[in-house]
């Protein structure tokens, strides 16, 4: 009986992922500093670089598949088309991905012209992958490099005036990405992120007559508004606050750990911001360079 429970006590074990760590240093985009934003080669970089989680932005296409991209549409700062020509900024916003099947979305390169805002951006023909091709490339990784396990930081790209133009509305959109992440990722390894409150809304309250699990929530803020007003607007408390890191104060971060929520900022790019946040407290970062935060 003893040798039996040892059995099942490990494992019981074998199955566990470590705690979230005390500083969760996020990947923004992969590591769009490095490498062509949202790819799957920008993911893998970042693992590289000893990223806790990777953050990334999903939307929808027209045959209702998660795709990682941050705009709905193919943007001209770095997009090819398939004849082999640049994207224009006249046409780029035509390009509505929720108007197109993945297989066309796909022919696009998202790489190969890199970004002019960030040099250091390595040039490569890429494109934009399903959100389910991401978790799975990661996820082999990891195993064949033994890497510890990480989490996974989605934002889901929504406006309300966008609604069934290029996006659906949130609880369809909501439940097209539980529908990949429960196959693919334990809850424990996810958070959800937006700036359209009514994404964090409606899966709340999914989760809490449990039709979706219990996953990290974190509110996306760009506005001059209080925390206090942000989070009376939201209805509930987040996991995390995820504000513009100019947004934050010393003060703000202690009135929100008082609520015992966790504040990650984005994105935050120069070592000395990084410190400066750090000793104010913040429980992470979100950055274009992972490499810039070497041993933060």
């Not at 705009?71 to 509505?96: C, M, W």
């Not at 195993?143 to 934002?155: D, L």
């Not at 803020?221 to 606050?241: A, Q």
Request: proline letters at 7%; glycine letters at 4%.
């Amino acid at each position: 009986m003893r040798f039996i429970l040892v059995l099942f006590c490990m494992a019981a074990t074998a199955f566990v992922d470590p705690a979230p760590p005390a500083f969760d240093l996020q990947g923004h985009r992969g590591c769009r500093g490095l490498m062509p934003e949202n790819t799957v080669p920008a993911f893998l970089k970042a693992l590289d670089l000893g990223v806790t989680t990777l953050e990334m932005d999903v939307v929808i296409s027209k045959d209702r598949q998660v795709v990682v991209s941050h705009e709905p549409y193919f943007n001209a700062a770095f997009s090819i088309k398939p004849d082999g020509t640049p994207v224009s900024k006249s046409e780029q916003k035509s390009l509505i991905l929720y108007q197109m099947n993945y297989a066309d979305i796909k022919r696009y390169d998202v790489g190969s012209n890199g970004n002019s805002a960030y040099p250091e951006q390595q040039k490569l023909n890429t494109y934009k992958p399903l959100l389910s091709e991401v978790i799975e490339r990661a996820e082999a990784y990891r195993k064949v490099n033994n890497g510890p396990a990480f989490s996974y930081n989605i934002e889901l790209k929504s406006e309300s005036s966008e609604y069934d133009t290029s996006q659906p509305r949130p609880a369809a959109f909501c439940d097209l990405v539980q529908t990949i992440l429960k196959k693919q990722l334990p809850a424990d390894r996810v958070t959800i992120q937006s700036f359209d409150f009514a994404i964090l809304k409606h899966w709340q309250q999914q989760a809490a007559v449990g039709i979706y699990p219990r996953v990290r929530l974190a509110a996306l803020v760009e506005n001059l508004r209080s925390p206090e007003k942000n989070l009376e607007e939201l209805g509930f408390k987040p996991d995390i606050y995820s504000p513009y890191y100019r947004l934050l104060s010393q003060d703000k971060i202690a009135r929100l750990h008082e609520q015992k929520i966790k504040v990650i900022p984005w994105t935050v790019n120069q070592r000395d911001d990084m410190e400066r946040l750090k000793a104010w407290g913040v429980d992470g970062l979100i950055t274009d360079y992972p490499d810039r935060a070497k041993g933060l």
